[in-house]
């Protein structure tokens, strides 16, 4: 299996030198044009905030086929990677509860892999990141969208509305850089401060996607989600959320204690919990994907869904189209899976 990120080098070693693609990339199949989110666009599949470090990922996986591409979650500050190890693969139980036990490498069936992120939501200085995304934008090939992911950074003594100014000013700088949507990320699994959650708090995401949309105009703006335990919640967001954003991306890392069989937290005793992603992922994920569409339906919220969460075969990302995702976005599997969106279009010129 060809892992395009090195897990066992750091964040820093991979935004340098990644992504590791063998090679000549991949023939990718001419495809009509769709709308999305009031774009034309190639396809409607992507990359998830996450793997896409920086201009170069973004430019490596656009030459795959990948046409919805995200750049990885930036701050209004220069915030360090956690320790090693970051990325582990994991054995999947069939849960999404407990814990998730660590294996020292991945399955020879890729449709099989579930792995385990922890960190921290780093972010380069916004004196780096603001030209990269203009490099990014820049490599971009007709027909692909530019997302990027924004977070707040809390700071002693703030409050909510300080907070959502942090975020509306790196939207704000985004969009001036290029973006064609902005992501505000509520959600994180193995950040402790108040931004690893903010979706579970429907006041505060109201607070957040209504600062952030009075910075940026018109463009498209995204809220990325983790997972809903209960339908009420989901509904009380989407209400709250629903008047000043275009769409929400769901899910995020199911949050869950990743342990080595001996009970030792694999990343270490201050991150005990940390995001599961893959195979272990996917139903909880269309399960989610399938009850936003019927409350936004029900309530009449005119809100695109962006799906991802376990997606690395063909049948994951019809199970998405299938409860009526908008887009298909992948987080881990295009790390082991780099042809995925060029086979997809070979399957369905739709998609
Ligand atoms: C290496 C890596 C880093 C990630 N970092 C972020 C991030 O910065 N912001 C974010 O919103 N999600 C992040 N994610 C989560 C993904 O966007 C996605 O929600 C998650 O991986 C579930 O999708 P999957 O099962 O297809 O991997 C990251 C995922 C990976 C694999």
Redesign the pocket.
Known sequence: MQLT?DILKTYQENYDAGPSLEGGGVTCPEVPLKRLLGYQVRSRLGI????LLNSRWIEAYSSLGFDLL?Y??VRSSYRPCYPLP??VFVSDDGQINGPIYYRESPPEDTSAVT?S?C?G?PSMSPDVWRPDVARAKEALRDGQLLIV?VVGTPEAGWGGEEMANDFAECAAWAVEAGADIV?A?L??PNVCTAEGSIYLDPEFSRGVATTVRSRIGKVPLLM?VGYFEEESLMRSFLQAVSAAVDGVTM???LTRPVLYPDGRPVFGSDYVQA?V??RS??RA?VQSVQMAKRIARSEGLDLSVLA?????VLADIKDFFDVGADAV?????P?YCPSLAADAKLHCRDW
């Not at 998830?48 to 793997?51: D, I, K, M, N, V």
């Not at 991802?308 to 690395?312: I, L, T």
């Not at 976005?329 to 599997?333: Q, T």
């Open positions: 990120y998830a905030a996450g793997l995200t990885k979650t970051n990325w792995s992120v960190f939501m992911s992501e990320n959600s994180c990325k899910v995020n890392g995001g992603l893959g992922i996917h994920s991802v969460g376990g997606a690395s976005l992948m987080g881990s599997s790390m």
